[in-house]
C-alpha cells in the first residue's frame, strides 16, 4: 500500500503567518490527493481535493499545490479559526491511504 | 442541510460483536457511494470499508472476513457490522460520503468503540 507521511507532525504558528505543510507518497499518486481540517470533537471536512481544488466553504487564503509524490498545503495568514489537524490522503491506488497529520497550533 | 450521524459504538469485550449506524440527512444513502474510515486513539486515519451505489462493497485487509458494511434504504442509514472484534479494532469510526475516484465529501463526527476486557 501506498504510505503517507506529513511533516511537521506540530506546526506552531503565529495568527497572521503562513503555514507550509507537508505531505509526501511512497510512489506516485498522481493528483489524486485530498487534504482535510478536523477540530477537536467535529467531523473532518474536505479541504482540497484533486492536489488544488479547494472545497466549498474554504476561503482563498488555504491553497495545495504538487504532484506525484510532493505535495504541499498552504494558508497564506493564518486565522483563529485555522489551528486544527490537517490530514493529506490519496486516492490513486487501493487500499485508500492518509497521512499521520500535522497539528497547526498557535505559537 | 447535508448531515451524517453516526451510533452505536461501545465497549465490547475481545471476540464481540457490534453494529454501527449512520444516520444521514440531506441526501440519500443508496444513491452515493458511501464508506467507513477509523481512527485509532493518537493515530491516524484508516480507510475501512466502502459500498458503491451499486451495492459493491470493498474492504480493508484487517478488516476483511469480519466486517460487513450494509445500508437501508427505508431509514437512509448506512451501516458497519463488525464480528470477531480486537483490541486492534479501537478507534473512532466515521462514516463519510466518496465523491470523484474516492475522496470523502462529508464526515460524521465519529462513534468510539473500544474492545477490551
Known amino acids: 500500500e501506498i504510505v503517507m507521511t506529513q511533516s511537521p507532525a506540530t506546526l506552531s504558528v503565529s495568527p497572521g503567518e503562513r503555514a507550509t505543510l507537508s505531505c509526501r507518497a511512497s510512489?506516485?499518486?498522481?493528483?489524486?490527493l485530498a487534504w482535510y481540517q478536523q477540530k477537536p470533537g467535529q467531523a473532518p471536512r474536505l479541504l482540497i481535493f484533486?492536489?488544488?481544488t479547494r472545497a466549498t466553504g474554504f476561503p482563498a487564503r488555504f491553497s495545495g499545490s504538487g504532484s506525484g509524490t510532493e505535495f504541499t498545503l498552504t494558508i497564506s495568514s493564518l486565522q483563529s479559526e485555522d489551528f486544527a489537524l490537517y490530514f493529506c490522503?490519496?486516492?490513486?491506488?487501493?487500499?485508500?491511504?492518509f497521512g499521520g497529520g500535522t497539528k497547526v497550533e498557535i505559537k | 442541510e447535508e448531515q451524517l450521524v453516526e451510533s452505536g459504538g461501545g465497549l465490547v469485550q475481545p471476540g464481540g460483536s457490534l453494529r454501527l449506524s449512520c444516520a444521514a440527512s440531506?441526501?440519500?444513502?443508496?444513491?452515493?457511494?458511501m464508506s467507513w474510515v477509523r481512527q485509532a486513539p493518537g493515530k491516524g486515519l484508516e480507510w475501512v470499508s466502502l459500498?458503491?451505489?451499486?451495492?459493491?462493497?470493498y474492504y480493508a485487509d484487517s478488516v476483511k472476513g469480519r466486517f460487513t458494511i450494509s445500508r437501508q434504504k427505508s431509514n437512509n442509514t448506512l451501516f458497519l457490522q463488525m464480528n470477531s472484534l480486537g483490541p486492534e479494532d479501537t478507534a473512532l469510526y466515521f462514516c463519510?460520503?466518496?465523491?470523484?475516484?474516492?475522496?470523502?465529501?462529508?464526515w460524521g463526527r465519529g462513534s468510539l468503540v473500544t474492545v477490551s476486557s
Open positions: 440531506g441526501f440519500f444513502v443508496s444513491d452515493n457511494y
Open positions: 484533486g492536489a488544488s
Open positions: 463519510a460520503r466518496v465523491r470523484g475516484t474516492s475522496y470523502f465529501d462529508l
Open positions: 510512489q506516485s499518486v498522481s493528483s489524486n
Open positions: 459500498i458503491y451505489s451499486g451495492g459493491n462493497t
Open positions: 490522503q490519496q486516492y490513486n491506488t487501493w487500499p485508500l491511504t
